[in-house]
């Protein structure tokens, strides 16, 4: 059960578009079209941005998407804004267990 | 409005117990798997278990296997998590979540701190 594998830090400017990647093995994300993305700001619960690997949630600004090759997950905000400075998590479907990346801090410059 | 109030946490010494809960109101419990997800201080999220919504099956990640339980009930509107054999790498903020379009509602978490 190791953890899926992030970047530990990403960065853009304002308006820029930044991706982060999550890579797993052909048991997890390879192997199941539930990869879900969640960001969390400190101190606060996590607030998921993307399921199912493309899915957006009600609410969810359409900067957001998802994507996914083989065993890699992909997660690309575009348009960026201070707000989306945070951490960012993949998560992914594991048969009957679920397993995170392990985090991806986005600095907006 | 979905919301999921953990309860419980706490400070505990190595090798003792102590049992979480997870109240949850504006949806029907009775219809959702749910989930426990810890975050150690400053470190990332690992998920911990899951039940069904009947609590018929139930898993846990290697690290707290025959350790953890988690259960329900389903009439309370309450997930549960028991921790025992606790050690000082169980610290953390624990998370319930509701499994839903992704993990939909989070809980605010309930901090765990295992110390002598």
């Known amino acids: 059960q190791s953890a899926l594998t992030q970047p530990r830090s990403v960065s853009g400017s304002p308006g820029q578009s930044v991706t982060i990647s999550c890579t797993g093995t052909s048991s997890d994300v390879g192997g199941y079209n539930y990869v879900s993305w969640y960001r969390q700001h400190p101190g606060k619960a996590p607030k998921v941005v993307i399921y199912?690997?493309?899915e957006r949630p009600s609410g969810v600004p359409d900067r957001f998407s998802g994507s996914k090759s083989g065993n890699t997950a992909s997660l690309t905000i575009s348009g960026l804004q201070a707000e989306d400075e945070a951490d960012y998590y993949c998560?992914?479907?594991?048969?009957?267990?679920?397993?995170f990346g392990g985090g991806t801090k986005l600095t907006v410059l | 409005e979905v919301q999921l109030v953990e309860s419980g946490g706490g400070l505990v010494q190595p090798g003792g117990s102590l049992r979480l809960s997870c109240t949850a109101s504006?949806?029907?419990?009775?219809?959702?798997?749910m989930h426990w997800v810890r975050q150690a201080p400053g470190k990332g999220l690992v998920w911990v278990s899951l039940i069904n919504s009947d609590g018929s099956n139930t898993n846990y990640a290697d690290s707290v296997k025959g350790r953890f339980t988690i259960s329900r009930d389903n009439a309370k509107n309450t997930l549960y998590l028991q921790m025992n054999t606790l050690r000082a790498e169980d610290t953390g903020v624990y998370f319930c979540?509701?499994?839903?379009?992704?993990?939909?509602?989070w809980g605010q978490g309930t901090l765990v701190s295992v110390s002598s």
């Open positions: 504006g949806f029907t419990f009775s219809s959702f798997r």
């Open positions: 199912d690997v493309t």
């Open positions: 998560c992914s479907y594991a048969g009957n267990s679920l397993i």
């Open positions: 979540t509701r499994d839903y379009l992704g993990l939909g509602y």
